[in-house]
């Protein structure tokens, strides 16, 4: 069961990465999508695993993947936020997509 987590957490961080990478996404839409692309797709695998975490017998693995999903998400999400610092203005970046 750890090996199917940690096969979930990578494939989601390698679109988080990706996600983050890209230049032309202001970055509020960067995190809006990191945050949601974390969401399974109903009938995948993700969603099948989530299902059985759901399972009072499962709390502790469930516990275990969110703690392991959070810490590996963590850097990409700060990695986003510190583009804020290095000179991306959030307010004037939320003012041109609400216009």
């Known amino acids: 069961m750890d090996a199917i987590i940690d096969r979930i957490i990578k494939e989601d961080i390698i679109v988080a990465k990706r996600i983050a990478a890209d230049p032309d996404l202001p ?3 960067k995190l809006f999508r990191i945050i949601m692309a974390q969401s399974p797709q109903q009938g995948s695998h993700k969603q099948g695993m989530i299902d059985q975490f759901h399972q009072p017998s499962n709390a502790e ?3 275990k993947s969110l703690i392991k999903a959070i810490k590996e998400l963590s850097p990409v999400l700060a ?3 510190q583009q804020v610092c290095r000179g991306r203005d959030i307010q004037n970046e939320v003012s041109a997509r609400d216009g």
Do not use: G, R
């Open 61 to 63: 693995m469930h516990q």
């Open 79 to 81: 990695d986003v936020i």
């Open 27 to 29: 970055v509020v839409d």
